[in-house]
């Protein structure tokens, strides 16, 4: 039993994470500390408003934030993390949905790797569940968690059919999408499968009508369970934000700069913490790897190697992702195909951290077998040495896990309630930042809403994020959406102007972008704040509230008292507060 124990060593630590954050979350619950930016200010207020009007599988209907926008610009309902909400608790949902990514990588890289490896996979098993729960580990944009750790089961099933193509292959590649998003990622693995399709009908001097189907099941697939967007996108002639958005026009130098930073360190919605140990590994083996293929004149070794192209990929995602911001390029691309006006082709940088942890893998399997390493030869046949070697693979596994779990980030929220809590329980040190319960405060908005006999009226929120409000199931003129008419943004720019003309800074960032139609101060950058202490310099708010009261507006639910309430023609209804909240919400009623 111990032996048998031992030989799954790598299993026991794993389940000992589970069982660990499992009990993290239990104990502690709401009281979790989430991270807020681009997650409980965006898809999670969302879903729950979903839930709230009963609106997952609803039609031709309105859901009421920004003054009433279509159901059909949310998530889709044919999507596992969208079930997660619809099913379960809203907390429970989003714990739910992070180990469940963790449970999707590791048996997507498992099944790929067994299909590469095939009766090696066994001599692996311990490097593949490592680094499987490695990438699964990584704390990137949550609501799209589960579509960056599937990638591994797309190429998965794309080499089964490519090799043996079977009727349940297809019926997989088309259900694929219930995991991933389009605009994220199923436009990009679309264009990398044409792509395939291209340079193997070259290579085998044939075409590949298997591939070549599946491109056609893997788009009908999207379309399908995308329905939605693809509506939108083809049947609406909406004028959306999208066509206004102002993108960054860079210099050479400030292009060449984002690509190396990028290739180094990520982007902030694909953090793939590889800085510390997988990059420095990679690029010490690929010079090692290079320099002996050309110090044995095998030019033809460097350029089949599968390390190379994955080196190589990386390398071109980080300069789609730089030259994107160069105006000249980016125009070029959009005169050639029209389509992409608006659209961010530089997402190919979110299959990095993919990329990044496959190259680290391939490291570590090669270090496994001591070959193509710096290791005198005589290594191969030397157990002791052997033995080693496997302890290093291993060793280096354990060591990316643990920077991955412990390195402080914009969504590691495992860290953050476990560094908070600690602090908390042992030096009665209380975090500033909100825990997921009190940045909603469900009670205390129910207590507003019950005293006010609230009926659904527009609100709009400020200092507060609008997603509060949206959560509670209070209608908001405000709101987060990337994507939603260019003629409601005009409206409520109406609303904000003083603040705007006030702050160059906030002008520019609605303007040029606009997806965050917020409540902007006339003074400081941003009043909003997600944490329990607020800061302002100025007590008035900058708002034309003769247009707030023509989009319908009737309540601002205000975490700062207004030094200019009565000049506005605003009446403080109440000043509300809870001792579970960190909020006093000052609610005032045109």
Same mark, same amino acid.
């Given at each position: 039993?111990?032996?048998?124990?031992? =030989?799954?060593?790598?299993?026991?630590?794993?389940?000992?994470?589970?069982?660990?954050?499992?009990?993290?979350?239990?104990?502690?619950?709401?009281?979790?500390?989430?991270?807020?930016?681009? =997650?409980?200010?965006?898809?999670?207020?969302?879903?729950?408003?979903?839930?709230?009007?009963?609106?997952?599988?609803?039609?031709?209907?309105?859901?009421?934030?920004?003054?009433?926008?279509?159901?059909?610009?949310?998530?889709?309902?044919?999507?596992? *993390?969208?079930?997660?909400?619809?099913?379960?608790?809203?907390?429970?949902?989003?714990?739910?949905?992070?180990?469940?990514?963790?449970?999707?990588?590791?048996?997507?890289?498992?099944?790929?790797?067994?299909?590469?490896?095939?009766?090696?996979?066994?001599?692996?098993?311990?490097?593949?569940?490592?680094?499987?729960?490695?990438?699964?580990?990584?704390?990137?944009?949550?609501?799209?968690?589960?579509?960056?750790?599937?990638?591994?089961?797309?190429?998965?099933?794309?080499?089964?059919?490519?090799?043996?193509?079977?009727?349940?292959?297809?019926?997989?590649?088309?259900?694929?999408?219930?995991?991933? %998003?389009?605009? *994220?990622?199923?436009?990009?693995?679309?264009?990398?499968?044409?792509?395939?399709?291209?340079?193997?009908?070259?290579?085998?001097?044939?075409?590949?009508?298997?591939?070549?189907?599946?491109?056609?099941?893997?788009?009908?697939?999207?379309?399908?369970?995308?329905?939605?967007?693809?509506?939108?996108?083809?049947?609406?002639?909406?004028?959306?934000?999208?066509?206004?958005?102002?993108?960054?026009?860079?210099?050479?130098?400030?292009?060449?700069?984002?690509?190396?930073?990028?290739?180094?360190?990520?982007?902030?919605?694909?953090?793939?913490?590889?800085?510390?140990?997988?990059?420095?590994?990679?690029?010490? %083996?690929?010079?090692?790897?290079?320099?002996?293929?050309?110090?044995?004149?095998?030019?033809?070794?460097?350029?089949?190697?599968?390390?190379?192209?994955?080196?190589?990929?990386?390398?071109?995602?980080?300069?789609?992702?730089?030259?994107?911001?160069?105006?000249?390029?980016?125009?070029?691309?959009?005169?050639?195909?029209?389509?992409?006006?608006?659209?961010?082709?530089?997402?190919?940088?979110?299959?990095?951290?993919?990329?990044?942890?496959?190259?680290?893998?391939?490291?570590?399997?090669?270090?496994?077998?001591?070959?193509?390493?710096?290791?005198?030869?005589?290594?191969?046949?030397?157990?002791?040495?052997?033995?080693?070697?496997?302890?290093?693979?291993?060793?280096?596994?354990?060591?990316?896990?643990?920077?991955?779990?412990?390195?402080?980030?914009?969504?590691?929220?495992?860290?953050?309630?476990?560094?908070?809590?600690?602090?908390?329980?042992?030096?009665?040190?209380? $975090?500033?930042?909100?825990? *997921?319960?009190?940045?909603?405060?469900?009670?205390?908005?129910?207590?507003?809403?019950?005293?006010?006999?609230?009926?659904?009226?527009?609100?709009?929120?400020?200092?507060?994020?609008?997603?509060?409000?949206?959560? =509670?199931?209070?209608?908001?003129?405000?709101?987060?959406?990337?994507?939603?008419?260019?003629?409601?943004?005009?409206?409520?720019?109406?609303?904000?102007?003083? $603040?705007?003309?006030?702050?160059?800074?906030?002008?520019?960032?609605?303007?040029?972008?606009?997806?965050?139609?917020?409540?902007?101060?006339?003074?400081?950058?941003?009043?909003?704040?997600?944490?329990?202490?607020?800061?302002?310099?100025?007590?008035?708010?900058?708002?034309?509230?003769?247009?707030?009261?023509?989009?319908?507006?009737?309540?601002?639910?205000?975490?700062?008292?207004?030094?200019?309430?009565? $000049?506005?023609?605003?009446?403080?209804?109440?000043?509300?507060?809870?001792?579970?909240?960190? %909020?006093?919400?000052?609610?005032?009623?045109?």
């Amino acid at each position: 039993m111990i032996k048998r124990v031992l =030989n799954y060593w790598y299993l026991v630590l794993i389940g000992a994470f589970f069982v660990v954050s499992i009990g993290v979350y239990a104990c502690f619950g709401e009281e979790s500390y989430i991270a807020v930016h681009d =997650n409980l200010d965006l898809f999670v207020a969302q879903f729950q408003m979903l839930k709230n009007t009963g609106s997952f599988f609803a039609h031709n209907v309105e859901v009421p934030f920004l003054g009433g926008i279509s159901r059909d610009n949310l998530p889709s309902e044919l999507s596992l *993390y969208t079930v997660l909400f619809m099913c379960l608790p809203s907390f429970a949902a989003y714990i739910t949905g992070y180990f469940l990514k963790i449970v999707i990588a590791m048996v997507s890289v498992w099944l790929l790797a067994g299909d590469w490896y095939a009766e090696k996979r066994k001599e692996y098993r311990s490097l593949i569940a490592l680094l499987g729960f490695a990438y699964g580990a990584l704390n990137m944009f949550p609501a799209f968690g589960i579509s960056f750790t599937s990638i591994p089961l797309v190429i998965y099933l794309l080499r089964r059919i490519y090799k043996k193509p079977s009727v349940w292959l297809y019926l997989a590649l088309f259900c694929y999408p219930f995991l991933s %998003y389009f605009s *994220y990622f199923g436009f990009f693995i679309l264009a990398y499968l044409t792509v395939a399709v291209i340079w193997l009908a070259v290579r085998d001097k044939k075409l590949s009508k298997a591939l070549l189907l599946a491109l056609f099941v893997l788009g009908a697939g999207y379309v399908a369970f995308e329905y939605r967007l693809f509506g939108i996108m083809l049947f609406s002639d909406t004028e959306t934000i999208r066509s206004t958005m102002v993108e960054a026009d860079l210099t050479a130098g400030e292009v060449l700069r984002q690509i190396g930073d990028v290739w180094k360190n990520g982007m902030f919605h694909a953090e793939s913490v590889h800085g510390k140990l997988v990059l420095p590994v990679c690029i010490l %083996y690929f010079i090692y790897l290079n320099g002996k293929y050309m110090k044995d004149k095998n030019w033809r070794g460097i350029f089949h190697d599968s390390y190379n192209l994955l080196i190589f990929v990386i390398l071109f995602n980080s300069i789609i992702y730089g030259i994107y911001n160069w105006g000249g390029f980016r125009r070029l691309v959009e005169t050639l195909l029209p389509p992409l006006k608006g659209f961010q082709f530089n997402r190919t940088v979110f299959f990095s951290p993919f990329l990044w942890y496959a190259s680290f893998f391939i490291v570590l399997q090669r270090l496994y077998d001591c070959r193509s390493l710096p290791f005198p030869g005589k290594i191969k046949g030397n157990d002791v040495m052997k033995r080693l070697a496997s302890s290093l693979a291993n060793g280096l596994a354990l060591t990316s896990i643990a920077i991955i779990l412990l390195t402080p980030g914009r969504y590691n929220d495992w860290y953050a309630t476990c560094k908070n809590k600690t602090l908390e329980l042992a030096k009665g040190k209380v $975090a500033d930042d909100m825990s *997921y319960g009190e940045f909603y405060s469900t009670e205390l908005f129910a207590e507003i809403k019950e005293d006010i006999g609230y009926g659904g009226e527009w609100a709009a929120a400020y200092g507060i994020h609008p997603a509060v409000l949206e959560y =509670n199931g209070i209608a908001t003129l405000d709101g987060y959406l990337g994507f939603y008419s260019q003629q409601y943004k005009e409206k409520f720019r109406k609303v904000i102007a003083p $603040a705007l003309e006030r702050v160059e800074a906030s002008r520019i960032y609605y303007d040029d972008w606009g997806a965050r139609v917020y409540v902007y101060s006339g003074t400081d950058a941003s009043v909003v704040s997600a944490t329990k202490t607020i800061h302002v310099t100025d007590y008035d708010l900058y708002m034309d509230t003769e247009a707030f009261e023509k989009l319908g507006g009737k309540y601002i639910f205000s975490r700062i008292e207004l030094g200019n309430a009565k $000049a506005l023609g605003l009446t403080l209804v109440k000043a509300y507060e809870q001792e579970k909240s960190p %909020y006093i919400i000052y609610l005032y009623e045109k």
